[in-house]
Nanobody, 124 residues
């Protein structure tokens, strides 16, 4: 069993920054790839970024490249998403996820554990 808890969401102005955190607990955390997804009202959940268990391999959705940075600290059992140059289109609930294996994936089906989500709202 892996438990994930997101934090760091909130309201920011366009062009601003936020740093999301995902605290994980459970014996398998250090061996799992992790990722961030987001879901806006009326839209399907979409991939944001993913990272291998050791942090050496990262994937990003094209719209996030150059603006978002995913990282993790296994000694703290925590994953981060640094979001810069935020736009109103980034407004969504952001979810932390842990995969079943160590290789990162863009596919929602490859993740077995999910946090409760944290709301990010970017004003115009």
């Amino acid at each position: 069993q892996v438990q994930l808890v997101e934090s760091g969401g909130g309201l920011v102005q366009a062009g601003g920054s936020l740093r999301l955190s995902c605290a994980a607990s459970g014996r398998s955390f250090s061996a799992l790839a992790m990722g961030w997804f987001r879901q806006a009202p009326g839209k399907e959940r979409e991939f944001v970024a993913a990272i291998s268990w050791a942090g050496g391999v990262t994937y990003y959705a094209n719209s996030m490249k150059g603006r978002f940075t995913i990282s993790k600290d296994n000694t703290k059992n925590t994953m981060y998403l640094q979001m810069n140059s935020l736009e109103p289109e980034d407004t969504a609930v952001y979810y932390c996820a842990a995969g079943r294996y160590g290789s990162p994936s863009r596919s929602i089906s490859e993740y077995s554990y999910w946090g409760q989500g944290t709301q990010v709202t970017v004003s115009s």
